[in-house]
Nanobody, 119 residues
């Protein structure tokens, strides 16, 4: 059974970089043909897909976040990560990692982690 767990700081200062890691257990992030996504939900708003990384390491980004987002992976640890640069309070959200892509659907989700951007 595949499980995902987000980790990272819960508080980030404005203009800094937000970094989160998703640890995957019960399955490999290199297994064909899965994708691994980052999604967020700001308070009172809907889900926003930010980007994903394919089983072969290829990243894909939402146009809304492409300029300041990076998704990478560490296959030795079976983890994938999100970096979001130049954060503002509007980046405050619950951040989720999930298996799948926005276009194909996501079937396994982490529990989510709240990140607050505040000085």
């Amino acid at each position: 059974q595949v499980q995902l767990q987000e980790s990272g700081p819960g508080l980030v200062k404005p203009s800094q970089r937000l970094s989160l890691t998703c640890t995957v257990s019960g399955g490999s992030i290199t297994t064909s043909y899965y994708a691994w996504s980052w999604i967020r939900q700001p308070p009172g708003k809907g889900l926003e897909w930010m980007g994903h990384i394919e089983y072969d390491g290829s990243p894909y980004y939402s146009p809304s976040y492409k300029s300041r987002t990076s998704v990478s992976r560490d296959t030795s640890k079976n983890q994938f990560s999100l970096q979001l640069d130049s954060v503002t309070p509007e980046d405050t959200a619950v951040y989720y990692c999930a298996r799948g892509s926005w276009s194909e659907g996501m079937d396994v989700w982490g529990k989510g982690t709240l990140v607050t951007v505040s000085s």
